[in-house]
């Protein structure tokens, strides 16, 4: 992400403090010095918490990206906002299943930790509740038990972007299809937005929740739209959208070549194809960038992507579709038996959606129309 400070690469991932994040933690550090009437100790003991805090919001991210990689998807960062962390994964499981095990992940890390430092003061005779419960002034490690259970019940609101839309999600489209089973979600996740607006006009402490509530209609209405466009899909299938007139590379030709193509108009990305006519990789117009920008110009062999992701003729779009939803993916090549028949792009499949939009409203009656006079 752009603005952002990289604080280190753990299990693969890299995590990064987005500038946003860090005026915040400013401003939170500040407000305790002042609050506290100068006292630095009483400061660095906020300070503290508030490192132990974010600490669990990137423990909460690693539990998605993690799950996710154990079915076979990656992550490309983890960010941290003043909003909340956000693991970028490749994509989300199109599996009903696996989607609810990477959403609810996420809550699952919060509640071990909880579990952690109940045992931890249990063992060590210390009560796990006080009279008076401060999240600044009290108990350090009560204090991060509090603040992890708010984070599971913030997370579990069946809401998108909160996990619990994408819980609500998954466990709808176990009994129904995909599409549907997102409107349901977004509509519900639309109406938990209106109540946070109400209570946040309502209840003046919580004005908060109006802000909260624009995230959460915003997130609900990209759901939606994705959906809208999947179910327009259906029934499709990669040989309706793939072009079948298209330049492949071998993997010896240069750097120069490719950006000649590029230039000539041809495409901008491009499958890599051996002599016996077996897919190797794809480039993408970005890589040639990147390998001009930075590297001594090798064959494409040494800059393409190896074994990309690919789909047969009669897959269905809709999935295809999901999988082309990683930035990083460009293309998807179709084969059938061993051989490369056709390129399925996101252009494609957009077009397609629009000349299918376009039919059905001219298929609508003449006489149904307003006649002008
Ligand atoms: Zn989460």
Redesign the pocket.
């Known amino acids: 992400m752009k603005w952002s400070v990289r604080l280190g690469r753990f299990f693969g991932i890299d995590v990064f403090l987005h500038f946003t994040f860090l005026l915040f933690f400013a401003w939170l550090g500040y407000g305790a010095y002042v609050k506290s009437g100068h006292d630095p100790v009483q400061t660095m003991h906020t300070v503290a918490l508030l490192t132990g805090v974010f600490t669990c919001v990137i423990l909460?991210?690693y539990?998605?990206a993690l799950t996710a990689r154990r079915f076979g998807i990656g992550t490309h960062d983890i960010t941290l906002l003043p909003i909340g962390?956000v693991a970028r994964l490749e994509r989300m499981p199109a599996n009903p299943r696996q989607e609810l095990l990477v959403?609810i992940a996420?809550?699952a890390v919060n509640l071990a930790i909880i579990l952690v430092i109940m045992i931890w003061l249990t063992l060590r005779g210390q009560p796990l509740i006080q009279d008076h419960l401060y999240v600044v002034s009290g108990s350090f490690l009560r204090a991060l038990m509090i603040f992890n259970g708010t984070m599971i019940l913030f997370?579990l609101l069946p809401a998108f972007p909160?996990?619990g839309g994408r819980v609500l999600r998954s466990l709808l489209a176990m009994r129904m299809p995909h599409a549907r089973a997102t409107r349901i979600a977004a509509t519900i996740g639309q109406g938990v937005a209106v109540i946070f607006v109400l209570v946040g006009i309502l209840v003046p402490k919580l004005y908060m929740l109006i802000f909260i509530a624009l995230f959460v209609w915003i997130g609900a209405s990209n759901e939606a739209e994705d959906a809208e466009e999947d179910s327009v899909l259906t029934g499709l299938s990669a040989r309706d959208a793939m072009m079948t007139e298209f330049h492949v590379l071998s993997p010896d030709q240069t750097v120069q070549q490719t950006v000649k193509l590029i230039i000539k108009g041809f495409q901008g990305d491009f499958p890599v194809v051996r002599e016996d006519g077996e897919l190797i990789g794809i480039v993408s117009r970005q890589d040639v960038f990147r390998v001009l920008e930075n590297e001594t110009p090798g064959p494409v062999s040494s800059f393409m992507r190896p074994d990309p992701p690919h789909c047969a003729p009669s897959d269905a779009l809709d999935g295809v579709m999901h999988t082309l939803r990683d930035p990083a993916l460009t293309l998807m090549p179709v084969i059938d038996q061993g051989r490369l028949v056709g390129l399925v792009t996101s252009e494609n499949v957009l077009e397609l959606l629009m000349t299918r939009k376009a039919l059905s409203r001219r298929q609508t009656p003449l006489a149904a129309r307003p006649l002008r006079a």
């Open positions: 909460h991210e539990g998605h962390g959403a996420g809550p997370n909160m996990d």
